[in-house]
C-alpha cells in the first residue's frame, strides 16, 4: 500500500513512503478531533452555500491543507457538489495525485513576493479547463510580503465566479485585517490525545503494527497534538524497533526517561529525600538525558497526578493513571496545593534553563528546593493531618492575634459610642493605647476645653474671605474646602466639619492643607492649624459628651446677631465690601 518498485540499473529499489503522507486523510470524516470544522464546510457543501474564500488557521499538523484539498475534491467531484468526494471519479483521483491543473497548491514561503502573486492574479481570470472550480490552496499565507497581500486583495474580495480561494497558516496573526475579513475563517485546534491515541491503534493494526498502549500514549505525549508529529515519530520509532514497538523504544528515540524513573524521582521528592533524588537525577543525565526534557517529563508527570488527585473521574484519569496503584498512592501522599507549588517551581526553572549556561545546576537547585519544602506549600505533618492548608494558616493567625491581645489584659471593652476620628493638629496628640476606661479624642477634648464663642463667631465671619482667597490660590482647593464647615475654633485652631469623607481626605493632603493654613494665618492674624472631622462625628459626640456653652452660645449669639444686624451689614461681613453692591 504505501511502496513503490523501482528498477535502477537492475537493481530492484523500494521507495518508503511515510506513514503521515500514506495516512492523509481523504475524507472529512477522516479528520479527526476537528468536527466543528467539517460538519460547518460539510453542511455549507450539502446546500451549496460554500464560499469564495477560506483561511485554515491553526497548529501544525492538525489537518489544514489536507482540508483544503477535501474541499477542493468536494467542489469539482463528478457526482458532487456533496458533503464527501467519492475519491473514485476522474477528478477526485487526479486531486488526490496532485495531477489536476485546476487545483493549484502554492508554497507562500517559496513565493511570497508581489511577481508571483501577479501572475496568479491574471491567471485567475481564465476558466478552468476540466472541472467546476479553480481552487488556490495557498499554504502558510502569513510568508507573503506586504506587497503580495496588497495585490492580492481585490482579486480575493471579488474572484470570478469560478474561483475558491483556500488560505492556510500557522500564525494568522501575521495576516493583515483586510485579508483575514474577505475569507471565512476557521481555526483548527490541537487534537485530542484520546482522538490521537484511536487513530494510531487504527493505524498500527492496518500496517501489521504491534503497539503497547503506554508506547503510543508516549507517542502522543510528544507529539502535543500534532497528527503529522506522531506519525512521523512513530515512522522514527518503528525504524528504531521494527515491527515491535514498545515504551522503550519510544522513550529512548525522543530522550524522554520512562515514567517509573520519574514516579521513583517525584517519590523521592514528595518525601524530602534529597540525596536520593539528585542521585538519581546524576544517573539519567550521565545516561545522556537533557536536564531540560527531564523537568519537561516532571512537568507532564505531576499534571497528570494534579488532575488525578482534583478530578479521579476524568476518563483521561481512568485510562492512564488509575490502572497503577502506584499513581494513586503518589497522588495521595500529596495535596493540590502541594502539587500546584511543585508545578509552579518546575515551570520557573524550565523557563530559566532557556537562558542558563549549566541547565542541570538549576535542576538540582529546585529538587532541593522542593524536598526542603517551599514556604507557599503545605508541609507534610499538614497534609497527613487532612486539613486543608489554607484553614490551618488561618488557625495560626488567630492564634498570633489571640496571643498579641492576651498582652492587653488590661483592655476594656469598646465603648458604646465611637470616637470620631479628627486630624490630629500636633503629633503630640495622638491618641494613647486602649486603657481601662475610654477617652475621649484628644483632639476633640481640646476643642471643648479651649473652643470659645468669640473664637468661633470670628472664624464665621471671615470663613467666605478664606475661601476666596483660596480659590486664588488653587482652586480645585477650594472645590473641596467649600463642603466644609468650621464647627469649632480657639485663638490658633479651625475645626471643620465635612459631611462627605471623601472632600474631608482631599482636604487632609498635605499640600492643601498647607495652602489653607497659609490662608487662615494671613486672615487671623496668627499662626492656624486646621482640624477636620466628619459632620457625623461630630455631631454624636456633642450628643454623647457634657458639653460646655461655648459652642451653642456660638450658635446663639450668631443668630442673635444676625437677627439685629443690618442685612447689608451681614452681607459685607460675610462677602467682603468689594463683593457687595448696594441698589435701591
Not at 76 to 95: Q, V, Y
Not at 214 to 243: E, H, I, P, T
Not at 370 to 376: E, F, H, K, R, T
Not at 488 to 498: G, I, Q
Amino acid at each position: 500500500m504505501h511502496q513503490h518498485h523501482v528498477s535502477f540499473f537492475g537493481v530492484l529499489l523500494v521507495s518508503y513512503r511515510a506513514l503521515y503522507r500514506v495516512w492523509r486523510p481523504q475524507t472529512f470524516s477522516d479528520l479527526i478531533g476537528q468536527e466543528h470544522v467539517t460538519q460547518t464546510l460539510k453542511n455549507a457543501l450539502s446546500e451549496g452555500h460554500f464560499s469564495h474564500a477560506y483561511l485554515f488557521s491553526g497548529p501544525r499538523g492538525t489537518g489544514k491543507t489536507s482540508a483544503a484539498k477535501i474541499m477542493a475534491k468536494a467542489v469539482n467531484c463528478l457526482r458532487g457538489p456533496a458533503p464527501e468526494p467519492c475519491n473514485d471519479c476522474e477528478a477526485c483521483s487526479k486531486i488526490t495525485d496532485a495531477s489536476l491543473m485546476d487545483v493549484v497548491e502554492i508554497d507562500a514561503a517559496s513565493n511570497r513576493g508581489v511577481d508571483e502573486i501577479r501572475d496568479l492574479r491574471d491567471k485567475v481570470k481564465y476558466a478552468p479547463t476540466e472541472v467546476r472550480y479553480k481552487v488556490y490552496i495557498v499554504d502558510e499565507v502569513h510568508m507573503l510580503t506586504a506587497e503580495a497581500f496588497n495585490a492580492l486583495l481585490k482579486t480575493l474580495e471579488e474572484p470570478p465566479e469560478h474561483v475558491i480561494f483556500i488560505l492556510a497558516t500557522t500564525e494568522p496573526h501575521k495576516l493583515p485585517s483586510t485579508i483575514i475579513s474577505r475569507c471565512q475563517r476557521f481555526s483548527f485546534r490541537r487534537i485530542a490525545k484520546n482522538h490521537m491515541l484511536a487513530r494510531l491503534h487504527v493505524i498500527c493494526d492496518a500496517q501489521g503494527i504491534e503497539a503497547d498502549d503506554s508506547a503510543l500514549a508516549a507517542v502522543v505525549q510528544a507529539a502535543d497534538g500534532g497528527m503529522r508529529d506522531a506519525l512521523s515519530l512513530l515512522d522514527q520509532v518503528l525504524a528504531f524497533s521494527k515491527d515491535r514497538i514498545d515504551e522503550s523504544a519510544v522513550l529512548a528515540v525522543t530522550g524522554s526517561v520512562s515514567r517509573q524513573v520519574l514516579g521513583d524521582l517525584l517519590e523521592s521528592v514528595v518525601k524530602r529525600d534529597a540525596a536520593t533524588a539528585l542521585d538519581r537525577i546524576g544517573e539519567l543525565l550521565e545516561e545522556g538525558l537533557e536536564a531540560e526534557r527531564l523537568v519537561q517529563d516532571l512537568i507532564h508527570l505531576c499534571r497528570d497526578l494534579l488532575v488525578m488527585l482534583a478530578a479521579p473521574e476524568l476518563e483521561e484519569v481512568k485510562n492512564r493513571m488509575s490502572m497503577d496503584e502506584r499513581w494513586t498512592r503518589l497522588s495521595e501522599a500529596g495535596s493540590v496545593e502541594s502539587f500546584h507549588s511543585v508545578l509552579d517551581t518546575l515551570i520557573r526553572t524550565q523557563q530559566q534553563m532557556k537562558w542558563a549556561a549549566h541547565p542541570r545546576i538549576l535542576l538540582e537547585m529546585a529538587v532541593v528546593q522542593l524536598c526542603q519544602g517551599d514556604p507557599s506549600s503545605a508541609s507534610s505533618e499538614e497534609v497527613s493531618s487532612g486539613e486543608q492548608p489554607d484553614l490551618l494558616r488561618l488557625k495560626k493567625r488567630v492564634q498570633q492575634l489571640e496571643e498579641r491581645l492576651a498582652k492587653w489584659s488590661g483592655a476594656a471593652a469598646p465603648a458604646s459610642a465611637p470616637s470620631p476620628q479628627v486630624s490630629p493638629p500636633s503629633p503630640q496628640e495622638r491618641p494613647s493605647p486602649p486603657s481601662a476606661e475610654p477617652a475621649p479624642s484628644p483632639s476633640l477634648d481640646r476643642f471643648l476645653r479651649q473652643a470659645s464663642a468669640e473664637c468661633l463667631q470670628r472664624v464665621r465671619q471671615q470663613w467666605p474671605e478664606v475661601l476666596s482667597r483660596v480659590k486664588e490660590q488653587k482652586i480645585t482647593v477650594h472645590a473641596w474646602l467649600i463642603n466644609g464647615e468650621p464647627v469649632a475654633a480657639t485663638e490658633n485652631s479651625v475645626l471643620v466639619a465635612f459631611k462627605n469623607s471623601i472632600h474631608r481626605e482631599t482636604t487632609e493632603k498635605e499640600a492643601n492643607k498647607s495652602i489653607i493654613q497659609q490662608v487662615m494665618s494671613r486672615i487671623f492674624g496668627s499662626s492656624q492649624q486646621l482640624v477636620t472631622v466628619m459632620s457625623s462625628d461630630w455631631d454624636r459626640y456633642k450628643a454623647s459628651s457634657e458639653i460646655s456653652a461655648t459652642t451653642d452660645d456660638a450658635f446663639e449669639s450668631r443668630s442673635e446677631s444676625e437677627e439685629k444686624a443690618d442685612p447689608v451689614q451681614r452681607a459685607v461681613d460675610w462677602f467682603g465690601e468689594e463683593m457687595i453692591e448696594v441698589t435701591d
